[in-house]
């Protein structure tokens, strides 16, 4: 069987190198958007999406997350956007709420012609004593935690292919 989606699915890769030009702002509208339609634990929404194009900004971010990373690079792959996953941080599905929506904006965003990339360590830069100016330029709501970020960007390099799926991957148990 495929589709669009199907193929969207399989084909999605992580970019770790971006053209320096800004994506569109109806490009970064859809994969928001994109966002805005994942499963939420009893339908309550309570993840809030933050996008940051704002070069010092996003200087301060990368340099936050290099440092705990404890590497001199840039953790966002020269992306010119950022877009971090905020929520509930009483919620009890917080971490599931927030991992399906960047899912669907990195598919959203693939399906597009663009680049995504996951970038880890995002609830340690927003925990930081130097974050909290940044939380409050982010307009982010009280009561919330930064669970996920994604690089956001045009591809300056085909991704790699794929690895070969392993087998035993899933199984199927039906009744006899």
Known sequence: MDNQVLKAIRERRSIRKYRQEQIKDEELLAVLEAGTWA????????????????EETCRVIRNLNARIWGRDIDPYYGAPTIVIVF??????NNVKDASLVLGNMMLAAHSIGLGSCWINRCEE?????????LLGKLKVPEGYSAFGSIALGYPAAPPRDPKPRKEDYYRVIKQD
């Open 39 to 54: 499963p939420s634990g009893m339908g309550y929404q309570n993840s809030y999406i933050c996008a940051v194009q704002d």
């Open 87 to 92: 929520s509930k941080s009483d919620w009890y």
């Open 125 to 133: 830069v927003f925990s930081t004593e130097e974050s909290k100016a």
